[in-house]
């Protein structure tokens, strides 16, 4: 058995202030039950510290929030991307993908996902990976999915959507590390005589 890669372990994390990003400071504030104060320490049952309710006792766990994304690839063999149009990462190329609804399914949320990025219809046949960002506070599920139907357009998400041959990987232009890790396993899993060196390089506030 190999042992799985994690890439995001090998990142520093920066930005954390009381177990958290800093970014996510305003809504630690206060008490999503009652509106009270939450203060950042021990408590009682609890192997870490937390943010309490200094007025009702209710503890505010912080976790990271699930991104659901596809690599979708064309009959032959093409790897489809967007140049996205929206934060983060505006103008930088990703995969299609978000973040998951209460009310769906993984498969079902990265299939919306794609559809709204790229009007394009998909059927995830594979994990790619399953990718940690802490600083961001995500983890990212990527499938490979074969294309069924739609047609590849631009959206109000997307500047552009295209695809790309293996060599047409816009590395450089990646704009999250966790598209970086999956378009990189994807493109081991079809293309292993590729070696790392041509395959991208992590920017670490990605
Ligand atoms: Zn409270």
Known sequence: MTRLDDPGARLPVRGF???APEWLAP????CSRCGGTLVYGPVEGEDRKRHRCADCGCVTYVNPRLVVTTLPVTA???LVLIRRAIPPGIGTWAQPGGFLEA???VVQGAVRE???ETCLVVEPTQIVGIYSRPQ???V???YEAAIVGGEMRPTPESLEVRDFSVEEIPWDGLGFNTTLWAVRDWVRSVRPDLTVDALGEEQVDH
């Open 114 to 116: 794609t559809l709204e």
């Open 103 to 105: 009310d769906e399914t």
């Open 17 to 19: 202030a009381q177990g």
């Open 27 to 30: 809504v630690l504030r206060n």
């Open 76 to 78: 032959d063999g093409r």
């Open 140 to 142: 990212v599920i990527a």
């Open 136 to 138: 961001a506070a995500v």
